[in-house]
């Protein structure tokens, strides 16, 4: 089957990142092979793991299955902050589990108790340079920690991958990422979203389309990558055909301030 043409965004390193990918947490053993495929089957290009995931060798299997060269897809994984010292030691056993030579994108995620993490950043961004990642970015992270990231690294991250949803519409969020040159990369589009929302089901049934669509063609109006998960084939299936959506100016808006709506409608008074 062809490719459902996904738009992507430039990041360091050199990749174009299709901006819609497909999330695995909470696949596991055969459910996260048979997912995997069947994502890379209906057209995805792009497939998020971590290694608290405990899927690698799943998502390894299915890549390999697919017979889709290695170059063609775009693999994000993820360090465990607990790695700190064993970033190498962390790199090497991931890419064996996934069976790649090696992965487009390399997280370190969510730092503990909020400190920066500079050493184990510096060290990721070491090993990117030897190809192992051929980017290196970070996740749940705030601008202010991204920020000592750089001053103490000099390295910038390529892509911060956060919680984002219409429920989570952040402005300000998306302009201090792009005044970094930091691609943003949302988690949990559909989980936290009230798909019978009118801001959502209005211009599903314009497009004959359905709310999670608009969800995920919202994100991509919005500059940002998205990673829905799905264990359904048909779901599967029709998020990544929401590339092919327009919403309009109006739609857009409502859709950004659906938390304000929602607010607003729990706080009229019933009958
Ligand atoms: N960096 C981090 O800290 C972090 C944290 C969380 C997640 N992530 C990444 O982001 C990915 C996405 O997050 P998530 O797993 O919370 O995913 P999500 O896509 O927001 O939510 C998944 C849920 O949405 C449902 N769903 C999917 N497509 C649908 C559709 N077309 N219509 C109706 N319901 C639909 C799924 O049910 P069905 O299976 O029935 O379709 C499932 O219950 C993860 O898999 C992971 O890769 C990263």
Sequence with gaps: MSSTPVPTVPISGGAAMPMIGFGTWQLSGEDAYRAVSTALEAGYRHIDTAVG???HR???RALA???IPRHEVFVTTKLLPNSAGRERQALERAVDQL???YVDLWLLRHPPRQDPLPAVWQAMAELADEGTARAVGVSNH???LIDTLIWETGRTPAVNQVAFSPARF???LLVEHAERRVA???YSPLRHTDLSHPALTAPAARLGATPAQVVLAWHLARRVTTLPSSTRPD???DNLTAAQLTLSAAELHTIDTLDQHTAALSATPGP
């Design 65 to 67: 299955d697919s017979g």
């Design 184 to 186: 943003v990369q949302g």
């Design 58 to 60: 799943q998502v390894g």
């Design 142 to 144: 705030t601008t202010a």
């Design 53 to 55: 995931y405990v899927n």
């Design 170 to 172: 952040d402005p300000q």
């Design 99 to 101: 069976g790649v030579a």
């Design 235 to 237: 779901h599967i299936r």
